[in-house]
């Protein structure tokens, strides 16, 4: 009978296969997709694979945080390098040498090939089977006489692609995903980067990895060295970079302007090149800075101006010497994804501590943004005092210590990362819910670099703004970059509720401070001594003694105030902060308010505020920005009151 009937249903499998055969995903590379979870391409990547494999174009892209953008050129990079190797054969390592795999009924190579092809030795000796496969004897230890350098220096195997990233972190993640990737391949993936033994990077790369991921400095460092692999990048058949428009930037990453210089040297090696340039905020343009904005004021023939989105496009099109680009734009006027929730908190420069205490407390687990590295080891040093389980991730780290500190934080519940930008671009780092800006980035592109390590992946994230007086003027331009009409929303707080926060912040502030004196005096006593004994000079016994008197009694006095504010916050610490229907001095009855860690989400708390109606029944509108030249500053409006 019909109702009996089992009709066969196309598994999830089956449908992302198709999904990613329509794009000319290769079978190797779209199985590991799939035992990924990857079972649909995204938006940028359904707009980029396709011409990037069947047109070989130049891909210039922009796609919001969380995309998929890796993967948009990785793809396409590990496909065309498993064409070239079954082109030119590969490697094969027997007991009685190394021998090349080749078809013998292929024509043959292109005029196209590399001078590397046409100066091949001829096979000394082969074996063929009847399918016309056979082992042909690589010659690759040759020395000649007078020319010993050159024949030691010779590079075995052929580097097929390079990618190039703004720091160590990304260059990280993204080999992560390119093995995976290409978990069923034999392509090989080297990372060259700052912060590592670079003894121990030139052995890898004496293995010939077909991609290198490298953060220009690094890479420079030991193509200079005259390392045989990495001189190779004139002929890579593929160059990817990624994060391009800070990459790009007047004063920053002077290697990477002497890589493309190099690479760019020879026109044909430009010609058989594929290029990927990919960035959240490519197509992102913004004011003209201050300094510059007085400079052109102070001459009148300065050419100085403010780009247009076409204009910053040109002006990476032609540095990177890219040919007849694919253009793919799938940013939102806003500049960050649909799944964001932003919001701000007003406060004084005095009151952040508090209310990122506040925050800490209600809704544990998330990644939070400095300008500064002082600012990040100064709240890693009092959160830690806290008990909140800071990890600090900075430049003046060391490479190991910023990769275990993202390991850790990752690995450990409701912990803190406090990070400068350099954990800003491209860190793909689970379940992170919110990111909080404790200061006001200087720059919109800061801003959505950061805001975007949540909302990834169809998730939804918030971010939250802490924002005293003197910042007004990085918001506003923000803002205004952004094209934003209305001012963030605030995230609401109750103020009452920050007397118990306050408590515990100072008493922590106390201790830091007291620590700090401690270290300071010993630093100074340890000092003194150690100058004395260079100087060979004998400091005086009673003037000395005196002195130590007077130290060890300020010491003391210091160990027992230290000793008590540890004892006092350790108290605190043991009761909960705000108990549920908790009533008390600075609290009235009627509040009823539940502040219990993970009772609800802190996005969920904000939609709320944000549909909250007003008195009258309507919904809560938002103040607008839009600035009128025709309207008095608020500077100006004050002075008037007055």
Known sequence: MVENMEVDQPSENAIGGEAWNALGVPEEIKRNLIEQGFLTPTKIQTLAIPPAIFGKRDILGAAETGSGKTLAFGIPILDGIMKLKAKHGKIITTASGSFKEVDMNETECDSES?????????????????NGIGLVKVI??????????????????????????????????????????????????????????????ERILKQGPEIVIATPGRLWEL??????????????????????????????FEELHQILEKMNFKESKILQRQTFVFSATLSLVHDIPDYLKRKKQRNSRSRIKKLTPEQKLKKVIDILKLKNPKVIDVTTKTGTTNNLTECRIVCSIEQKDYYLYYFLQRHPGRTLFCNSIGCVK?????????????????????????????????????????ATDVAARGLDIPNIEHVIHYQVPRTSESYVHRSGRTARAMNEGLTVLLMEPTEKHNYTKICKTLNRTEDLPTFPVVDRLLMCVKE?????????????????????KSWRQKAAREMDILLDDDDDDEQDSEEAKGKADAKRSLQGKKARLEALLKKPLFPKNYSGKFLDHSLELSLEQNSRRAIDVMKDEIEKPNSKGKKRPLKLYRPDPKKPKLEETKTKKK
């Open 114 to 130: 590399d001078e590397d092809e046409d100066n091949k030795s001829k096979p000394e000796e082969s074996t063929i089977s009847d």
């Open 140 to 201: 690759d230890n040759v020395e000649i006489d007078g020319f010993p350098e050159k024949a030691s220096n010779k590079p075995l195997k052929p580097l097929y692609a390079l990618i190039l990233t703004p720091t160590r972190e990304l260059a990280v993640q993204i080999r992560a995903h390119l093995i995976k990737a290409a978990a069923h391949t034999d392509i090989r993936i080297a990372l060259v980067v700052g912060g590592m033994a670079s003894v121990k990077q």
């Open 223 to 252: 193509i200079e060295l005259g390392n045989p692999h990495l001189n190779q990048i004139e002929s890579v058949k593929y160059l990817a970079i990624d994060e391009t428009d800070r990459m790009l930037e007047a004063g920053h």
């Open 378 to 418: 100064r709240l890693a040093q009092l959160f830690s005092i806290l008990k909140c389980k800071p990890f600090p991730l900075h430049a003046s780290m060391t490479q190991p210590q910023r990769l275990r500190n993202l390991e850790r934080f990752q690995s450990t519940e409701n912990s803190l990362l406090i």
């Open 504 to 524: 515990r912040v100072n008493v922590a502030r106390d201790i830091d401070k007291l620590e700090l004196t401690c270290r300071k005096e010993n630093f100074d």
